[in-house]
C-alpha cells in the first residue's frame, strides 16, 4: 500500500464550487504539505503543517484552505474554485527527525479541472 | 525570497553523460536537493548537499558549491527510463520548507 495517499486522483468541477482534497499518510511523520504543479511552473507551496495544531500559509495560499485533522490527515479546500486553479495538486510528507535531509515523500497527485 | 533557475530542457542520448546545473538565490540556505517526476507522476527524492562538494547515488550524482550559490545533478550511463523532469529544491533554515526550481525535462533518445 502506498504511504501517501490522496483521493480523489482526478476531478473536474464547475466555476463557484467547493471542493476538498484529501490527503493520508502511513509514514507516521509530524510535517505535511500541499503543493500546486502548473505546467513550466515546477511546484509551488500551497500551505504546511509541522504538526497537528500548526498551520502555516505557503507562496500561495489565497484562494485555499486547509484542515489537519489528525497527524495523518491533511486536507485541502478550495471555497469557490475558479478556472485558474486547474492543476495537478500534491501533498507531500517530511519527518525531520528521521532524516537529517528533510526529505520529502509525496503523494500520486489529484489532477484538477475547473470549468 | 528564493528563487532557483534551471534549464528548461536537456536532450541526450543513451549511454551519454548528462549535467543538469541549477543556480540560487536565497535569503538563508541550508541544503540543496534534487527530485525526480516522470510524466506528472509523484516527485520522489534523489539526492540532497549540505555541504560543498560531491555527493554520488549509483548512476546519479550531486555536486554544491556554496561560494557559488551553485549545484548540478550529474547523471551518467544514461536510460531511457531517466527521461523525466529533475527538480532542483533549496531548503530554507528559517522556515524548513523547500522551494523548488522550474524543472528541467530531460529528453533521453536511443
Known amino acids: 500500500d502506498a504511504d501517501v495517499t490522496q483521493t480523489p486522483r482526478n476531478r473536474i468541477t464547475k466555476t463557484g464550487k467547493r471542493i476538498m482534497l484529501e490527503c493520508s499518510q502511513t509514514?507516521?511523520?509530524?510535517?505535511m504539505y500541499w503543493y500546486r504543479q502548473d505546467p513550466g511552473l515546477g511546484l509551488r507551496l500551497i500551505y504546511y503543517?509541522?504538526?497537528?495544531?500548526?498551520?502555516n500559509k505557503g507562496e500561495i495560499s489565497d484562494g485555499y484552505s486547509v484542515s489537519r485533522q489528525a497527524q495523518a490527515k491533511f486536507s485541502l479546500s478550495l471555497e469557490s474554485a475558479i478556472p485558474n486553479q486547474t492543476a495537478l495538486y500534491f501533498c507531500?510528507?517530511?519527518?525531520?527527525?528521521?532524516?537529517?535531509?528533510?526529505?520529502?515523500?509525496f503523494g500520486p497527485g489529484t489532477r484538477l479541472t475547473v470549468l | 525570497g528564493q528563487s532557483l533557475e534551471q534549464p528548461s530542457e536537456v536532450t541526450a542520448v543513451e549511454g551519454a553523460i548528462v549535467q543538469i546545473n541549477c543556480t540560487y538565490q536565497?535569503?538563508?540556505?541550508?541544503?540543496l536537493s534534487w527530485y525526480q517526476q516522470h510524466d506528472g507522476g509523484a516527485p520522489t527524492f534523489l539526492s540532497y548537499?549540505?555541504?560543498?562538494g560531491l555527493e554520488e547515488t549509483g548512476r546519479f550524482s550531486s555536486f554544491l558549491s556554496r561560494s557559488d550559490s551553485y549545484g548540478y545533478l550529474l547523471l551518467q550511463e544514461l536510460q531511457m527510463k531517466d527521461s523525466a523532469s529533475y527538480f532542483c529544491?533549496?531548503?530554507?533554515?528559517?522556515?524548513?520548507?523547500?522551494?523548488f526550481g522550474k524543472g528541467t525535462m530531460l529528453l533521453v533518445s536511443p
Open positions: 529544491a533549496v531548503r530554507d533554515q528559517g522556515y524548513s520548507t523547500l522551494t
Open positions: 536565497t535569503s538563508g540556505f541550508y541544503g
Open positions: 507531500a510528507t517530511s519527518d525531520m527527525g528521521q532524516s537529517s535531509t528533510d526529505t520529502q515523500y
Open positions: 503543517s509541522f504538526d497537528v495544531k500548526d498551520i
Open positions: 548537499n549540505a555541504l560543498d
Open positions: 509514514k507516521g511523520h509530524d510535517r
